[in-house]
């Protein structure tokens, strides 16, 4: 009996080293849990996009990342720029361009270093810097910025609120399931304050989202189980400099299906209104 102190110790010690080792491999591994990128991208013409062709933008740093574009058919239609999740590849997203093309919309699909092909290592800084060079590429081709609305899905939200937050005059921005900031996703088994100082790659909208002005449009499922919904609210809260917001909050719809559960209608009626002004 006079051991149980020292066995008690000894267990204490033992879960003490087992927690910081998982938080270490969590540090360590961090940005393989985050990004999940497709490794290969077929021809847009092979999955139902014909009129769409590659392009290859160079970023700030030097990297080459290829994306999708079509511009638009009718000319008081927009542009969309679509910033997609951080899973897959551009590809994926060929069910959702398909309408707005058909609409007579340009849609550009950003692609990301290390997805689909493209050479690098995703994180923050890399991504935020594809995204703008694609975003001054689509710019420099001659359509206005008032012509231009940014599209992010998810993990995309992040870079949306930061590219946005540096332009004035875009027609709209699009966040389907945003977050508030990556830390608060962090898996649960972190200690609070943990994830904000271990994490390198953070995607704050909470911050971000202060600085847009453009005409705001947010998507979110009620049954989301990988973004709470309450995080979509707290950005839309947040959104107070955006000319104009609304929220759409979907029920019986989690992560993945909002497109197909009123999203697009909602995206395809907030575009026609952004037309009219």
């Known amino acids: 009996m006079k051991r149980t102190p020292w066995v008690i110790a000894e267990i204490l010690v033992a879960l003490v080293a087992g927690y910081l080792v998982l938080v270490a491999a969590t540090a360590l591994f961090q940005r393989s849990m985050i990004y999940h990128p497709g490794r290969t991208r077929p021809e847009p013409a092979a999955i139902g996009l014909p009129e769409m062709v590659s392009l290859q933008v160079s970023s700030a740093d030097g990297w080459l990342v290829t994306g999708w574009y079509a511009p638009p058919t009718k000319p008081d239609r927009v542009t969309i720029v679509f910033y997609h999740g951080n899973s897959g590849t551009i590809a994926d997203r060929a069910a959702k361009a398909r309408p707005l093309l058909d609409a007579g919309h340009g849609v550009l699909l950003v692609g990301y270093r290390g997805f689909g092909g493209n050479p690098g290592t995703p994180t923050e ?7 703008r060079a694609a975003l001054h590429w689509l710019i420099g081709k001659g359509i206005p910025q008032s012509r231009i609305v940014l599209y992010g899905e998810s993990l995309g939200t992040g870079i949306v609120t930061r590219l946005a937050g540096e332009l004035e005059d875009l027609a709209g921005v699009i966040l389907e399931a945003p977050f508030t900031c990556l830390p608060d996703l962090a898996p649960s088994y972190l ?29 979110h499922g009620e049954e989301d189980d990988l973004v709470p919904v309450s ?47």
């Open 231 to 277: 995080m979509g609210k707290e950005i839309l809260g947040l959104a107070r400099s955006a000319r104009e917001k609304r929220g759409l909050f979907l029920p019986e719809t989690g992560h993945n299906d909002i497109w197909d559960k009123g999203g697009a209608d909602a995206v395809m009626d907030f575009l026609a209104e952004l037309t009219r002004w």
């Open 191 to 219: 200690l609070p304050g943990l994830a904000r100082l271990l994490m390198a790659d953070r995607f704050d909208n909470r911050v971000q989202i202060g600085a847009v002005t453009a005409p705001l449009l947010l998507l």
């Open 125 to 131: 800084a890399g991504l935020v810097m594809d995204g």
